[in-house]
């Protein structure tokens, strides 16, 4: 089969006009390195089916950094098995800078074509292209698109088959110069005034404006998910299920004659003859309403917010004015992406150390994340439980991980051999984000968490039930009972829960419920369980991302030092 | 005048015209098109020295200090 690559500079709109080529939706959001890996989707050039690539952003043929790296071997691969055509996607707006690429692409031998995207814009900028001027020099044809708002795809999708291999010749040292000439012969710029977008953009990133900014926004964040969070919980979900699930399930508890195995697995245990959500611990009970009426909510808001400033473009500037306070613990101002990545889920959080460019920063990144970033899953299970003590006793669990995440990230930084780059990146302009984009991609997230996270969820679940009843949990916690009372505090009954958190975290606390803990012990069992393993997805991503040494060192980190901050609690607090 | 990047003020604008590195730093820059004879604006720089922010054609590029230092500026007033 034919491959079509999508390739560019990173932060051009490629993974747009992926999914308007093949209908698969992926990610995309407005800063470079959001794909980290390849998609593969298919769609049809008359009547021969393709495959198409959206291969990771890329500025040049010479890699840089691991998602680079990628890049780089798709296209040689599909050189060498010579059944590729490239669509070249370049940012209209930034037509000099792009072209570099374009002009190495053209040197590999291989069918390109041009897209412009981003050609809307480039109207508002001031600055106009002539495409057929562009066409005859680059020997290739060009066709302007908005891939955002779908126009001027059709026109690509239908002129395709015109990619050919051309090459553009001129002397390597002189190719910036060639560029300048094209670029003198195909663009034109008028002069214009800034926009209020424009201006904002700068006020935001610069730091007597844009540090209260910043805070204000990261304030605004908060509190909107908080609210959409509970409000969601409070008025649409808890409801549900108390009034409409409970008196069904309080049937079927009667059918199943209030007891028994079968009750015990599907039901759990009736609290004074009645079902409590938290507590029961049946898959149909405590089973859907953690991942339903617990942790949805809180994924929807959490992803609603983050896709937002994902798509306005505000992140790579928090991470210019976070620069300096990155660098501490080892990382550039970049590697607060990833870091609120994994607020919402450690996987994709994980996935991005890739544009990261050196192994040190990728083993800092990951190791802080697994460890003192609990996903959103995670935090709305806490909040739920926790939150009934009040934000004191919340800022407890969250500020003790905040400042594990600094003290870990401070002797990572002076413990490992090595320096860590400093930031080099491309700020984009702000976009308003568009309402179908951000849709659809809350409408993923929100598609993948319940795909992902609930048959995890019910699987924790009903093994919980099994272990319980071969008595397999109480003969571990006998086991580890003392280490766990002596050190952490805890009621040796905790040893399930931290059996569980290797699956899921978010069940893991909801475990907690039923054992009837101080608040000094859900605090020390709430921030234990965040810190001293990660669950099975991210450990599984860890493993290919680091390679079994390093996630082994990472995960020495992980247990001791979960072992020791949740001892210094105990006798703290 | 020529002046590094960190020393030119929030505002100004000035041509590039010396990258002091090797191959590598002068490749890096020109992947996000600043080389010698780009003209650049200067947006912002961060507190104890963080990064600095230019504009290059279309777009603004975050540079952390110490490259910054190293890219020499024939800067106007």
Known sequence: ??????????????????????????????????????????????????????????????????????????????????????????????????LNLTLQLLKRNIPVIVDLNFWDETKHLGV???VGELEKILNVSVVPTCAVSGEGIKELVDRLLEAKAMTYDYPEEEKWHEIGKIIERVQKVRHRHHTFLERLADASIRPLTGIPIALGVVYIAFKLIRFIGEGLIGYV??????????????????????GGFIHDILIGKLFAGKIEFFESFGILTTGLFVPFAAVLPYVFAFYLVLSFFEDSGYLPRLGVLADKMMHQVGLHGLGII????????????????????????????????????????????????????GAKALM??????????????????????????????????????????????????????????????????????ILYSLGIIDFLSKLAGPVIKNIL????????????????????????????????????????????????????????????????????????????????????? | MTIDLTRMRQGERGKVVDIQGGWGLLRKMETLGIKQGTEIVKVSSQLMRGPI????????VAIGFGMARRIMVEHKK
């Open chain 1, 237 to 258: 979900f808890e409801p549900i299920f108390e009034k409409l699930w409970a008196p069904l399930m309080m049937n079927l508890s009667s059918i199943l004659g209030s």
């Open chain 1, 489 to 573: 505090g805890l009621p040796s009954g905790a040893v399930a829960s931290l059996l569980v958190g290797f699956l899921r975290k978010d069940v893991a606390i909801g475990m907690l419920v039923p054992l009837g803990l101080t608040l000094k012990q859900l605090v020390i069992a709430s921030v234990v369980l965040a810190m001293y393993f990660p669950c099975a997805a991210t450990f599984a991503v860890l493993v290919k991302e680091l390679g079994v040494r390093d996630m082994a060192k990472s995960a020495v980190i992980m247990i001791f030092s979960a072992i020791l901050v949740g001892g210094l609690l105990n006798l703290i607090l």
């Open chain 1, 338 to 389: 990833s870091m609120l990545l994994g607020l919402g889920c450690n996987v994709p959080g994980a996935l991005a150390t890739r544009v990261m460019e050196t192994e040190r920063e990728r083993f800092i990144s990951a190791t802080l994340m697994a460890i003192a970033v609990p996903c959103i899953a995670q935090i709305a299970m806490i909040v739920g439980l926790v939150g009934k003590y």
């Open chain 1, 128 to 130: 106009s292209i002539n």
């Open chain 1, 1 to 98: 089969m034919r491959k079509v690559l999508l390739m560019g500079n990173p932060n051009v709109g490629k993974s747009v006009v992926f999914s308007r080529l093949t209908g698969v939706n992926v990610i995309s959001s407005n800063y470079p390195g959001t794909t980290v890996e390849f998609s593969k989707g298919y769609m049809r050039i008359g009547n021969e089916k393709v495959e198409v690539i959206d291969v990771p952003g890329t500025y040049s043929l010479e890699p840089t950094s691991k998602a680079e790296q990628i890049a780089v071997k798709i296209l040689q691969d599909s050189i060498a098995s010579q059944n590729g055509i490239v669509v070249n996607i370049v940012d209209g707006t930034n037509l000099e800078r792009n």
């Open chain 1, 396 to 465: 407890l669990v969250f500020g003790t991980l905040f400042l594990v995440w600094i003290v870990i990230g401070l002797l990572m930084n002076r413990l490992l051999k090595g320096e860590s780059p400093e930031i080099f990146v491309e700020i984009p302009p702000y976009r308003i984000p568009y309402f179908g984009a951000l849709a659809k991609k809350l409408w993923m997230r929100v598609k993948g968490f319940l795909k992902e996270a609930i048959p995890f969820m019910l699987l924790g679940v009903f093994i919980v039930n």
């Open chain 2, 53 to 60: 922010t230019i504009r290059v054609g279309n777009t603004q």
